[in-house]
């Protein structure tokens, strides 16, 4: 079911929500937190899309907040919100508010937002492009247990990462270190089955790629020794070597969803490793609200450092 409403309130909004529930008779019980996405016009379609596929795993209200340039310059200080409420199979397992911000009410959102939140459940926000330079201190973001940026959706994305480092609050996260999660899982795999000292460290990469350089910190923190960064052609992260005094320990993505995983002494075999979609990086992030304290250490872990890249 889908209600409009054209230069609303959220208390309008509210009763929409329970006039909506009640015309396709489910209640509101069930939905664990509010999801709150801070985007644009063109991104907005992609970003429900992939929070109502998580919705399946974490039900949840979804805020969608779009701010709103008016065409006609008279307009431009008239403030005016827009609502379109979705509930049922319009709005995955949960329910979905896209809210349109006009005029003043656009440098307000929080006061729009908050009434909307559902009671006593955690509030994720997630800007899918053009987060703020301190997502804590964003008066949206300050509402928030947890706050999701992406560093794949920036145009400068190492330079913004160095700002990720000094504006780090418990609960922030970033989708390009969620994209790493498969991949620090078969590392941590494989050196419990080698059982030896690494001595050196190279992240195989396309250049510029984000969660290479937060893969290489982590590394480098964990391990404690250099991490070489080697630019390949990619897609993304293509591979990883980890030296030991018996040989290398490496897993080789070259492309596709497989990956090879080499052993000292030990024969090689294949493993599953495909690109995720935006839904279950998001789905992931919301299985855990507290802070991400290994994120932590990866934005830290090359602050010191002067890491070389070699193009190959």
Same mark, same amino acid.
């Given at each position: 079911m889908r209600i409009d409403l054209s230069d609303t309130?959220?208390?309008?909004?509210?009763?929409?929500?329970?006039? =909506?529930?009640?015309a396709i008779g489910t209640p509101a019980v069930g939905m664990?937190?509010?999801m709150v996405i801070v985007t644009d016009e063109e991104n907005a379609y992609d970003s429900v899309k992939a929070a109502e596929e998580a919705s399946h795993e974490h039900p949840s209200r979804t805020l969608v907040v779009i701010k709103r340039h008016a065409r006609n310059p008279r307009e431009r200080t008239r403030s005016r919100l827009d609502a379109e409420v979705?509930?049922?199979?319009?709005?995955?397992? =949960?329910?979905?508010?896209?809210?349109r911000m006009y005029g003043d009410v656009s440098e307000h959102a929080d006061s729009v937002v908050l009434p909307l939140l559902l009671p006593d459940a955690p509030v994720v926000v997630w800007w899918p492009v053009d987060a703020p330079?301190?997502?804590?201190?964003?008066?949206? =973001?300050?509402?928030?247990?947890?706050?999701?940026t992406d560093l794949y959706a920036v145009e400068d994305p190492l330079r913004t990462l160095q700002?990720?480092?000094?504006?780090?609050?418990?609960?922030? %996260?970033?989708?390009?270190?969620?994209?790493?999660?498969?991949?620090?899982?078969m590392l941590a795999a494989a050196l419990d089955q080698a059982r030896m000292p690494v001595i050196s460290a190279a992240v195989e990469a396309e250049a510029d790629n984000p969660a290479a350089e937060l893969l290489a910190r982590w590394l480098q923190a964990r391990l404690g020794v250099p991490v070489e960064q080697v630019v390949t052609a990619g897609p993304v992260v293509t591979g990883v070597r980890l030296g030991t005094a018996a040989g290398e320990i490496v897993i080789d993505?070259?492309?596709g969803p497989l990956a090879t995983l080499t052993l000292p002494d030990q024969p090689s075999r294949?493993?599953?490793?495909?690109?995720?979609? %935006?839904?279950?990086?998001?789905?992931?992030?919301?299985?855990?609200?507290?802070?991400d304290e290994m994120y932590a250490v990866a934005l830290r872990g090359g602050e010191d450092t002067e890491e070389t890249a070699v193009h190959v």
């Open positions: 309130t959220s208390s309008k909004i509210n009763k929409a929500l329970v006039q =909506g529930r009640r664990v937190l509010t979705r509930v049922g199979s319009e709005a995955g397992t =949960g329910e979905t508010v896209v809210l330079g301190h997502p804590a201190r964003d008066p949206l =973001g300050a509402l928030a247990q947890r706050r999701i700002t990720r480092v000094r504006s780090y609050a418990p609960g922030d %996260t970033d989708l390009a270190w969620t994209r790493l999660t498969p991949w620090r899982s993505r070259p492309e294949t493993l599953a490793l495909k690109v995720r979609t %935006t839904a279950e990086l998001i789905a992931e992030e919301l299985r855990r609200l507290d802070a």
